[in-house]
């Protein structure tokens, strides 16, 4: 069972490991940075810099067969580890970053946006929520078919349900309406981390000020 670092610090960069085994799916640590794909979000990619000098380049990360066990996945053509061998594990981080931004603005929609969620997909330059919109707009298709029969033959009753349906399809959200909602979450999440890192910075500047003040 590997630790993973991630959990306790998603801030983590890199982190010396040793290799515990080397099989044909990829790399295993005795601990890792590497977050593995799951939960709609890809894994990491980076290096394992081993020894003496060389580096291997990860590709991507998933889970092992047990409980907590990562593989870290190489670029074909990368030198191999031995087991036993210590190495150090380092992200690309600004992807994986983009990664965790996209996540939490996903966070953020589900809680503001009224709209049903099967599921979310994060990647490196863009991020979007399954909803259930294309399937009720397949569902309003075959009322319309329905609807045009049935009002031929003088049942009303098909359309009204069709317009009912057509008023469902409006409180969900389009998968295009979803995505530039996501990424003006993700540039508002930015803009507010940003103003708190600046009043945290303003803050200690004058708790510094206040310490070097003479007093009389």
């Known amino acids: 069972m590997a630790e993973l670092v991630?959990?306790?610090?998603?801030?983590?960069?890199?982190?010396?490991?040793?290799?515990?085994?080397?099989?044909s799916a990829g790399i295993?640590?005795?601990?890792t940075v590497f977050y593995p794909?799951?939960?709609?979000q890809p894994g990491d990619s980076g290096t394992l810099a081993l020894a003496d000098g060389s580096v291997v380049s990860?590709?991507?990360?998933?889970?092992?067969?047990?409980?907590?066990?990562?593989?870290h996945v190489p670029v074909p053509g990368s030198p191999s580890p031995a087991p036993g061998e210590e190495v150090e594990a380092v992200l690309d981080w600004e992807r994986r970053h983009?990664?965790?931004?996209?996540?939490?603005?996903?966070?953020?929609?589900?809680?503001?946006?009224?709209?049903?969620?099967t599921?979310?997909?994060v990647a490196h330059d863009k991020a979007r929520r399954a909803s259930v919109a294309r399937d009720l707009?397949?569902?309003?298709?075959?009322?319309l078919v329905a609807g045009g029969a049935a009002y031929y033959y003088s049942f009303p009753v098909v359309a009204v349900g069709l317009f009912v349906v057509f008023l469902v399809v409006q409180t969900v959200a389009s998968e295009t309406r979803l995505e530039i909602a996501m990424l003006d979450a993700n540039r508002a999440l930015a803009l507010l981390v940003n103003q708190q890192?600046?009043?945290?910075?303003?803050?200690?500047?004058?708790?510094?000020q206040e310490q070097h003040r003479p007093t009389r």
Request: proline residues 4%; positive net charge.
């Open 6 to 23: 991630y959990r306790e610090d998603p801030y983590a960069r890199s982190c010396r490991a040793r290799v515990v085994a080397v099989t």
């Open 28 to 31: 295993e640590l005795d601990r």
């Open 37 to 40: 794909t799951g939960g709609g």
């Open 58 to 71: 990860i590709g991507g990360a998933v889970k092992g067969g047990t409980d907590d066990a990562v593989v």
């Open 98 to 117: 983009r990664h965790m931004r996209f996540h939490t603005a996903l966070h953020l929609l589900c809680a503001i946006v009224p709209a049903p969620v």
């Open 119 to 121: 599921g979310g997909q």
């Open 137 to 143: 707009f397949l569902l309003a298709i075959l009322f």
């Open 197 to 208: 890192s600046r009043d945290i910075a303003q803050l200690r500047k004058e708790l510094q």
